[in-house]
């Protein structure tokens, strides 16, 4: 599923960016008709549960299944080892065709830290660089502005192409979705559409747009999915283990 409503946390989830991720997040979906939990392979935990669920209720759920989830986790870090945190030094954006190197530029009685381009192939973070936390939080803000002036006109020409509207682009750091499609025309994209490959950017755009007309996943939807994407099966798999191609700094899965 790429789409996703409305996050709010359940446990702490505010480690520092040197630990490894822990804590749970709830989704409240309204498709959801009952509770279920999903382990991410860097160890999100989430939680998706219909509208109007009780805490107490998502509480008990969640202990219920506790053994289970710790379980999941260590399969996971057996498998794949956590990636050690580090401020980038580059960063790749296959989405876009990118590639810019990062400098830090320390400065004293600064409080927060500052991103901005400096020509075509670098980025410069100015301020109060040695908190990674500010930093990360830099960077985060740049991929949003740089995603939202890449997508908003491929969008544009994709809704124009496929006949299916939204009334308005959204784009941000999405925890454990990269896109959505509200009923009221907000399609949202996550800036981390950035570090994948271009054909999975498209395939994303399409599938939300599809969204315009079946707010579903039902064989209507896929059907009108197919018409614009034939390949959209083998695209979609691939998508839903593109978490990998996300580094570790920007904390997302």
Sequence with gaps: MHSAAQQIPLFDDTAEPEAEPSGFRVRVSGRARR?????????TVEVVVPRRTRARD?????????????ATRASFA???PPEPFRLPQRVVLPGIGRTFAVRYEPRSGETGVACRARGEEEIVLTGRTGDARLCVEALKRWLARVAKEAFAPRLRLLAATTGNSYKRLRVAGQKTCWGSHSGTGTLSLNYCLLFLEPALVRYLMIHELCHARHMNHSRRFWALVRRFEPDYRRLDRQLAESWRDIPAWVGIY
Excluded: D, T
Aim: no cysteine; net charge positive.
């Design 58 to 70: 998502v509480r008990a759920f969640v202990e219920e299944h506790r053994e289970w989830i710790r």
């Design 35 to 43: 509770l279920s939990i999903k382990v991410y392979p860097r160890g």
């Design 78 to 80: 057996a498998l794949h």
